[in-house]
């Protein structure tokens, strides 16, 4: 089931779209890493699903129910259905001058949250920030600001949380506590993640789904899988004997590619195995001059990716 | 909504602002009725007619210094023209006295007080100036003395249109709009319950600053000559919080259309405090010279309505309106201008404000 689903979606600013024809289908259970260039607009597309901002065209539709708020009719799940989506866009929206404890209850309050005090105390000890609870917010650090924005997404039991650049500001530490954290709540409470984020490596140890936005178009969608398969390494062979190891893999190895290149190096991609193809060469009698492994930087794939922005799907 | 405002009285009750603000109107309140009792004490008029007497006894004695040094030329000048104007001053403050206070009840003995002192300052026993001062420290009626007190200075109009002002730019410095449904609907019941809270707070400031001036005037000893009727007080309490409803709204909306504190602020100094509603009204009047119809407009301002209700707090029900309503009572010119001033925020914010972004 598809929770998120947005089509030509679109948004203007004084005439410039910042964001047009976009589209994007978040599956349950996805965490969806949201990849793009500052100003390519990703969190105006979150703002857009989230409601906080206003589509200049398109719909979105989220747990199969149009919002309608883009379109001139009122839809009867407008409302419930953002219930269940749990925002921390940009910089979370605290009152310093009330405790943690108290920020939380504010929003229980507000969204009428059953047995709010208890919610309150259950998400302060999911992220790690029980013994700060009656802390002053204005004294918090920037991780615990982030860990308590986190908190104000998880207090309605979302289904389904939107993290606009979770990371921002925060030291490896921090950084690791919070992926493990978003890792957690989505294999333990089944919730939707998309995030979006700078730090690709970040994404490359939790995404699951990534979708690539340059130039307010959504470029590509694609599994972890197919980013791997694509950023997936080749192998760099080289033998006294080049031509006949040439033979000797083809023949082993029908799935995979090889491509030979003038200094005698075989570059072998795709489905293969690196060990398998070492006992392979060694079985045939091949004098191994280099054998090495190439990994294409997940970096550098999606800048290239948001570079080709003019093309999208 | 009912959650939004409970969620909004949550972060007042817990928060800083409202208990300063609470604590400042009722230090105010309080100061008022001390400064209001101090110059009504016996010992305080005494003293003021004392140094009255002084200032036309210093003339006099100048005056016949001036003649006893032989100056032909400016002694008879010298003495006649300080005692003329020490006389004229005594009487000047005797025609203020009977003209500020007029239909107050201590109005006639004070003014009664100060001609006495221009005729003879030595006649003055303590019994007079204890006689006046009991009739100072006695209002018409309870709502007199609100209105009085508490309304026509602009104070609490003021200091709910700062508040309301402050609390709504809070949700967008602070960005804790953002965890709230604010989809077309969710604004709809966010700035419905903003709307909701203005008037909580208008109710809340306006039983603070009543009671308070009420305990306090009660423990000066201030007494009163009537009760109001129960219509009258309603009528004065319901007009009252509806003028302040009024203003701390526009401060709210100028707020939402500026999304900045110090917009807020600066709009609940200028206009809500009625400083420009005042300069307007004298500006309409000043054209009245020119076309009659700018005159009339000054009645209909909101700032000419906060002046109303302090000036006629305990007859709203029993004083003919300004033209072209002179056949209604003042109250009905209060609840026109009130409600249609309510009126007009609450459309901007739910029909205009709603549909901008966050």
Redesign the interface.
Known sequence: MNVIEACGLAKAYGGRRVVDDFAMTVAAGDIYGFVGKNGAGKSTVMKMICGEVAPTAGEVALFGVPTGIGSVQKTSGEGDQARRIGVLIEQPGLLPNLTAYQNLQAKALAWGIVDGPARCEEVLRLVGLAGAGKQKVRGFSLGMRQRLGLALALLGSPDVLLLDEPFNGLDPEATRAMRNLIVRLAQTFGITVVISSHVLDQLDRMATRYGVIANGRMVREMSAEEVAAECGGSLRVRTADSPRALAVLEEAYPAAAFRAEPGGTIVVSGDYNAEAVARTLSGAGQVVLEFSQDHRDIEDYFVELMEGGATHV | MF??L??DM??LA???MLWVVTAIVVAASVLVVAMMHAVSSPEFLSMTASAVDMTVTACEDEGARGAASGDEAEGPAAFEAPVAAAAEAVEDVAENAAEAEEGAASGSASAELWASVAEDPQALSEADFEGVSREMRTFATPADMLGDSVVSGGMLTLIVALVAALFCA?DFT?????????????RVRYYGEKIALVGVLAAFFLAVVSLTSVASFAVAGFTYEAANSLTDLLAFFGLTWLVIFAYGCSAAVIVWISRSAGAGVAWAIVVCSGFLGAVVGQVLLSLAVIAPWFGALEPWLLSSCVQDLGAFAGALLGTPAAAPLTMVPVAVQVLIVGAVAAGLCSALALGVLR?R??
């Open positions: 959650n939004l409970k969620s949550y972060r817990h928060g800083k809070q602070t960005r804790f709009a953002r965890n709230l449904v604010m989809d077309r609907r969710g549909k972004d966050l």
